[in-house]
């Protein structure tokens, strides 16, 4: 099971998917014990859960939550080579944990049926952030900037990239490097 959330972070997952995932592999298992599974593994804070948060309604959605690995070290050990082949979930990763250093709650954003990857709340308010390895592609930036902009309100948005370019500005969306970002204290 813990192979499993390593291998999906940042990816929404169900009890059920899990259940049915183990269940398909052999291993006869209920939702319940899954629950209780994912219960003790948050409980050890080997990962963390996202919730859902509606941008639209200003409220949490309550299933298919995302789990960010406290450790990708670990990950890299329990999955072996296949631990790297997905950078753009390694990346987000590594923008939760750096986000929760920083002292916000964070949650996954969803704003009709688009995906803000974080909405970052702390007592100033909220701030959302997309994260991609790169949006050189005309087709990805326009994704990643689709869901910023039908969020409707005026809260900060940014995305950020490993594209080495100047921070620039999309109509209120700051694109920035994530390094930058990272190395950024304020």
Do not use: C
Request: proline fraction near 1%; avoid cysteine; glycine fraction near 6%.
């Amino acid at each position: 099971m813990i192979k499993f959330i390593f291998d999906s972070i940042g990816s929404p997952i169900s009890i059920k998917k899990i259940s049915d995932t183990l269940t398909s592999k052999g291993i006869a298992t209920s939702n319940h014990t899954v629950e209780n599974y994912i219960t003790a593994i948050l409980e050890s804070f080997l990962i963390y859960k996202a919730e859902r948060f509606d941008v639209k309604r200003k409220k949490l959605l309550s299933r298919d939550y995302k789990y960010y690995i406290v450790d990708s070290g670990l990950r890299s050990y329990l999955l072996g080579k296949k631990a790297n082949s997905d950078m753009g979930h390694i990346l987000g990763n590594i923008v939760y944990l750096e986000l929760l250093r920083r002292g916000y709650k964070v949650y996954d954003g969803k704003v009709e049926d688009l995906e803000v990857d974080f909405v970052a709340e702390n007592r100033d308010g909220l701030k959302y952030y997309q994260v991609a390895l790169t949006v050189r592609d005309e087709q990805v930036l326009a994704r990643k900037l689709k869901s910023l902009q039908k969020t409707g309100d005026h809260y900060p948005k940014i995305l950020l990239t490993l594209d080495m370019d100047l921070e620039t500005d999309y109509n209120g969306i700051t694109k920035m490097n994530v390094v930058d970002w990272l190395l950024n204290t304020k």
